[in-house]
């Protein structure tokens, strides 16, 4: 253990994934450092963690004191309401900001296809293309399929660069809702502006009113989820196909020793694509064959393979966490990455392990990887070379391998189509309706449990416990990320799990023959979940806004800025949002009410706070009940 890391953690104490807590042992064999244990060695600062310190300016930094939040203000007089308010802004900006830069990316290449200069992808859904240019009021008769997509791509790109109106995926919204935002003035423009205006209100000296900053946080949160991300979801299932249930492997037993191994580990879809293609190149196998491998096994891991898994059934090696242990198997040959999520730790891991870590897009290198730029009018060239780099490190591993052999077999690929296909065509229509069974109560609510995983808490272990206990009680659970892989691993994702179910759910889950947990993809597809729940609200019965659903959402394990933009884009919609590990404000302050309370006031949705699993259940269980009784459907 380096210096880092004052005591070695107690293993069954960090993870709940097995195959994780197997290879945590053997790094410590070989002496190898990961992120488990840098976090015992690193203890969270506790200003910092409730969000009373402020370095907007170098009169600063200022640190206030959250046992007596109003008892000190910044040198510049800034307030605990204005210093955190400010803090949470700019974390909801640089996730918003995340999202939008990939939607962006997807776009590109979408504009790319339709006007035939990239030629590696295609357009693999002319019913969505057709549908999605519909519902934005596109005037497209007569027109080709790339003719439409150039279309299309000209509207969305107003999600991105527009400075006046409002973002296009607004007319997707409810009627109720969207009257809310207009009423709060907090639909947003476009993702740049509102980017960059809060980068520009929380300068020092600006904005200092905690309320007006809440504005500005819902706008570039709803930027994200009814802009950039929902983008990159619609476009991609244009591109590469939208997703329906597919049986695929999880754990790290996916790993295979005789075969060369590749994972993917990221969040853009056409690095991925390609190495699917490049895998599958007879001549790249055959080079394999030549060194004795008996075949190329490509791996996903994170959300690029979450949402390579729904969409293809690609096999998935773990979540976030598990990225490092990962690389202690020995068996992972070359791990290419390209945006978030990728922690620079596993330079040094994979170095001790001899494997190829390559970073392939411009925004993202790292110190002591390897990169390799993925460019897509040549996508090949970045991929082929990744496989023949695996290759040559299969040949001469010159490392032990050990591969925890736990595999857990699930069911993905639920998107929202899908969902309104299998649950009666429509949400309210014919056989098993989701509304209908909401309504007689066989299902209590729907709640979407989300996001990462972080080591401040048990890995996997708070996103199972509130699964089980949300179905238990009748809860349809809908998911993404990394948490879909925590319940992956943990069984829940195959229709045999309805036996966890209440039997309201059950009965509605083995009469539809799915799982009681529904994986959608990765996390910019949390969209999925906002259409899911306009569609409830369309299909009538449950109210006029998502505000009236007897919906909740939970990011139980989060930790990046993202999750935070997507918490507040869901709460904006209208949902009650819970997230555990702990939250960046100080309680009893007027900002935090204003998150915790305030907002759902205005006819929006709020946040909570706990880390406990069940205590979650429970804080959703009653959401969903108060929304039931307010919309009669409480006997
Ligand atoms: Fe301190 Fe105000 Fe400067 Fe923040 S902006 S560091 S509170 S003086
Ligand atoms: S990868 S944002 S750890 S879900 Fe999307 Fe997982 Fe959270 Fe990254």
Request: hydrophobic residues 40%.
């Amino acid at each position: 253990l380096d210096k880092t890391v004052k005591k070695a953690v107690a293993i069954k104490d960090v993870t709940q994934c097995e195959a994780t807590g197997r290879m945590l042992e053997k790094a410590r064999r070989d002496g190898v450092v990961v992120a488990f244990d840098r976090a015992a060695g690193m203890k969270p600062c506790p200003i910092g963690a409730e969000s009373a310190c402020c370095k907007m300016c170098y009169m600063g930094p200022c640190r206030l004191n959250a046992r007596d939040p109003y008892g000190k203000v910044g040198v510049c007089g800034a307030t605990i309401d204005t210093i955190q308010s400010r803090n949470l802004a700019r974390m909801v900006a640089s996730g918003s900001a995340a999202h939008n830069d990939h939607g962006m990316a997807v776009l590109e290449l979408f504009k790319g296809v339709a006007n035939g200069t990239i030629t590696d992808y295609t357009i693999k859904d002319p019913y969505k293309l057709e549908a999605l240019c519909l519902e934005l009021g596109l005037e497209i008769e007569g027109m080709t399929i790339q003719e439409k997509a150039l279309a299309l791509a000209d509207e969305l790109e107003k999600t991105y660069t527009q400075t006046e109106g409002e973002i296009p995926f607004v007319k997707r919204v409810p009627a109720k809702t969207l009257e809310t935002w207009r009423k709060l003035d907090i639909v947003p423009r476009g993702a740049m502006i509102e980017v960059m205006g809060i980068m520009s209100r929380t300068h020092m000296g600006c904005d200092q009113h905690y309320e007006n900053i809440t504005k500005a946080i819902s706008k570039a949160a709803l930027a994200d989820g009814w802009g950039g991300s929902m983008v990159a979801t619609e476009l991609g299932d244009i591109m590469f196909g939208t997703p329906s249930p597919v049986q695929a492997d999880v754990n790290f037993g996916v790993l295979k020793e005789d075969h060369v191994n590749v994972i993917v580990h990221g969040h853009e879809p056409n690095l991925f694509e390609s190495m699917l293609v490049s895998v599958s190149d007879p001549s790249l196998v055959q080079i394999a064959r030549d060194k004795g491998a008996k075949g190329i096994n490509l791996v996903g891991m994170c959300c690029s393979g979450a949402e390579m898994m729904s969409r293809h059934g690609v096999p998935h090696a773990g979540n976030f966490m598990s990225t490092e242990p990962v690389l202690v198997t020995g068996a992972v040959d070359a791990m290419a990455v390209d945006i978030q999520c990728i922690q620079q730790g596993l330079a040094k891991t994979a170095e001790f392990y001899k494997t190829h870590l390559i970073t392939t897009n411009p925004r993202c290198h790292i110190e002591g990887a390897r990169h390799i730029e993925f460019e897509e009018h040549t996508p090949r060239e970045c991929t082929d070379e990744i496989v023949t780099l695996a290759i040559a490190r299969f040949a001469d591993r010159g490392v032990d391998v050990e591969i925890p052999q736990i595999i857990n077999k699930g069911i993905h690929g639920f998107s929202h189509e899908y969902i309104n296909y299998m649950l009666g065509g429509s949400f309210r229509s014919s056989y098993a309706p989701l509304n209908d069974n909401i309504i007689n109560g066989r299902i209590r609510g729907v709640a979407g449990v989300v996001g990462c995983v972080n080591p401040r808490v048990k890995q996997d272990w708070v996103h199972v416990e509130l699964v089980k206990e949300l179905i238990k009680n009748d809860v349809l659970v809908i998911q993404t990320g990394c948490s879909q892989i925590a319940l992956a691993k943990a069984g829940l994702t195959v229709p045999e799990a309805a036996v966890l179910a209440g039997p309201g759910l059950r009965e509605v889950c083995e009469a539809v023959g799915m799982p009681p947990v529904l994986g959608l993809g990765s996390c910019v597809d949390n969209t999925r979940i906002l259409i899911a729940a306009t569609a409830m609200v369309n299909q009538g019965g449950l109210g006029d806004s998502i505000a009236d659903l007897p919906v909740a959402g939970a990011a139980p394990e989060w930790m990046s800025e993202k999750a935070v933009a997507i918490g507040q884009y869901f709460v904006a919609s209208g949902v009650f949002t819970v997230f555990g590990v702990g939250f960046p404000t100080v309680k009893e302050t007027k900002f935090h009410d204003h998150l915790f309370g305030g907002l759902e006031d205005q006819g929006l949705g709020k946040w909570g706070v706990t880390k406990d699993p069940y205590e979650m259940a429970a804080m959703m269980l009653a959401h969903i009940d108060k929304k039931r009784k307010e919309l009669g459907i409480d006997k």
